[in-house]
């Protein structure tokens, strides 16, 4: 099972709202990791954590907040967006986050509009 | 940010036909990945590369990571209307965990 799981699907927010995109991985991985993705645009490295410690910020604004309660779940906690951060938001898991070339595994993603 | 350059951009082929896309870069990768992804969606793993002159198949897909390790490969043979995707290529960053994705190839299959 290689599964990954975002909730919601869908999210519309002001610009003025406070939400949170999750992500949840059952198959024992140690890394996860959140990506951006603009329309007909590869994904973007967001963040990296590695056994629940932040690793990488690709220097992400401080509006995205993101957070690892756990090795299964990592959320994304997101204030005053500007309608720019409209995009695909993406999650993604590997076994270990050792940087020895692990294979990445990525949910569905969250489709967000930002008005 | 980052990303491979893959080509071609874009393809469209008649229904049985064979593929190929390809990735370089001016950097060295320890990791070559293959994904697709259909609209809305995320990428789908496709084929995994850990080692220079790797050849790997996937059904009728196949990969290879090239010898200098800056670049990589993808063959879809007999194409069928379901493979009609975005493909990309995405190299791991030598001991980091940093995967940079290519620019993507938009496959159209035409019956």
């Known amino acids: 099972d290689t599964e990954v799981t975002q909730t919601p699907k869908h999210l519309v927010m002001g610009m003025t709202n406070k939400k949170s995109l999750k992500c949840e991985q059952h198959m024992g991985h140690r890394a996860m990791y959140w990506y951006k993705q603009k329309a007909k645009k590869p994904p973007e490295l967001m963040f990296v954590?590695?056994?629940?410690?932040l690793s990488i910020n690709e220097s992400v604004p401080s509006r995205f907040s993101p957070e690892c309660p756990n090795s299964s779940l990592l959320n994304l906690h997101l204030h005053a967006l500007q309608p720019e951060d409209s995009a695909l938001y993406l999650c993604?898991?590997?076994?270990w986050g050792t940087g020895l070339g692990e294979t990445q595994y990525f949910g569905p993603g969250t489709r967000l509009l930002v008005l | 940010g980052q990303q491979l350059n893959q080509s071609p951009q874009s393809m469209f082929i008649q229904e049985g036909e064979d593929v190929s896309m390809n990735c370089t870069s001016s950097?060295?990768?320890?990791?070559w990945l293959w994904y697709k992804q259909d609209p809305g969606e995320g990428p789908v793993l496709l084929i995994a590369l850990y080692k220079a002159g790797e050849l790997t198949s996937n059904g009728r897909l196949t990969a290879q990571f090239g010898i200098t390790r800056k670049d990589s490969f993808l063959n879809i043979s007999a194409s069928i209307p379901s493979d009609v995707g975005i493909y990309f290529c995405a190299g791991l960053i030598y001991n980091t965990d940093k995967l940079i994705f290519g620019t993507g190839t938009r496959l159209q299959v035409f019956p």
């Open positions: 993604a898991s590997s076994q």
């Open positions: 950097s060295i990768f320890n990791t």
């Open positions: 954590y590695s056994y629940e410690k």
